[in-house]
């Protein structure tokens, strides 16, 4: 008959190897999806600038006004397309190695 003498200390090596792996997986997740609703706010936020230029509101270059509004968001400005008085932008942040990216558009409401 053997002695299960040690069981516990490898079963213990075991469970915190799988709650390191876990954690290392989960926090770079998670960090990306607390980053995806900044994002989409950083679009928002530039998509209305680009807006308020087209309009006539501010002064300034539409696309030009909205990749300032961006960098102030820590993010960048990867597409600017006008249509009339709309403006519709795409902005990108890179986090732990994953691109998050997200679209909006902007311009005055349709009556």
Do not use: F, H, K
Not at 3 to 28: E, R, Y
Not at 53 to 58: A, E, M
Request: aromatic content about 0%.
């Amino acid at each position: 008959m053997r002695s299960d003498t040690g069981a516990g200390s490898v079963l213990a090596i075991g469970l915190v190897g799988a709650v390191t792996a876990l954690a290392m997986v989960a926090i770079p997740l998670y960090a990306v999806l607390s980053t995806r609703s900044a994002v989409a706010a950083a679009a928002d936020a530039a998509a209305l600038a680009a807006a308020d230029v087209r309009v006539g509101v501010t002064g300034g270059l539409p696309c030009a006004v909205a990749a300032d509004v961006a960098a102030a968001n820590a993010t960048v400005l990867t597409a600017c397309e006008l249509d009339g008085l709309v403006a519709t932008v795409r902005v990108q942040r890179v986090v732990a190695g994953l691109s998050v990216s997200a679209t909006a558009t902007a311009g005055p409401p349709d009556d």
